[in-house]
T-cell receptor
Framework: GQQVMQIPQYQHVQEGEDFTTYCNSSTTLSNIQWYKQRPGGHPVFLIQLVKSGEVKKQKRLTFQFGEAKKNSSLHITATQTTDVGTYFCAGRRPGANNLFFGTGTRLTVIP | DTGVSQDPRHKITKRGQNVTFRCDPISEHNRLYWYRQTLGQGPEFLTYFQNEAQLEKSRLLSDRFSAERPKGSFSTLEIQRTEQGDSAMYLC??????????????FGDGTRLSIL
């Protein structure tokens, strides 16, 4: 079955440092979405990537979709304490209805 | 607040009891999803509705689990004869109709189930 793995599982950074999480799928994806879940909260949609090699930016966040559409990354520049939470990628296989969520990367930002 | 609403927020029950959760999606969303999330893991897909039709069920959804969306609006998820392993957060999400799987999903706050 499809598996979506994320690394690292945990990341502690000093405020102002950069952060990157990587998402890898065992199968080619039709599209990938990224979600953020704050401690005690629910996942909140951040962005969707559809095209091979696509790069999208949201302020300090940069999202990439791999050329083979099997991997993706999220990079945060100059982290802030408000960036704390768990970041999940979620991918969909071509023709499938449901999303497969990754294992998540839990980010802690030390002030 | 017109977000996804779930009830109850917490449910504690003894093993072997039946439980039912409710989800009210965003009103204009015709797609509704149920997920299960355990500590330190991502949400795991359970089932999906488009309007009142249940279109897909995960293998995780054993015969003790049943979900309905009778009028295409709110949905219920019932677990019969609960087991310790059912302890988890049960998340509901809804989305607009569009190209399959390419609409953002909006999640509720979840129902946390604890089996004693």
């Amino acid at each position: 079955g499809q598996q979506v793995m994320q690394i690292p599982q945990y990341q502690h950074v000093q405020e102002g440092e950069d952060f990157t999480t990587y998402c890898n799928s065992s199968t080619t994806l039709s599209n990938i979405q990224w979600y953020k879940q704050r401690p005690g909260g629910h996942p909140v949609f951040l962005i969707q990537l559809v095209k091979s090699g696509e790069v999208k930016k949201q302020k300090r966040l940069t999202f990439q979709f791999g050329e083979a559409k099997k991997n993706s990354s999220l990079h945060i520049t100059a982290t802030q304490t408000t960036d704390v939470g768990t970041y999940f990628c979620a991918g969909r296989r071509p023709g499938a209805n449901n999303l497969f969520f990754g294992t998540g990367t839990r980010l802690t930002v030390i002030p | 607040d017109t977000g996804v609403s779930q009830d109850p927020r917490h449910k504690i029950t003894k093993r072997g009891q039946n439980v039912t959760f409710r989800c009210d999606p965003i009103s204009e969303h015709n797609r509704l999803y149920w997920y299960r999330q355990t500590l330190g893991q991502g949400p795991e897909f359970l089932t999906y509705f488009q309007n009142e039709a249940q279109l897909e069920k995960s293998r995780l959804l054993s015969d003790r689990f049943s979900a309905e969306r009778p009028k295409g609006s709110f949905s219920t998820l019932e677990i019969q004869r609960t087991e310790q392993g059912d302890s988890a957060m049960y998340l509901c999400a809804s989305s607009l109709e569009g190209e399959q799987g390419k609409q953002p999903q909006h999640f509720g706050d979840g129902t946390r189930l604890s089996i004693l």
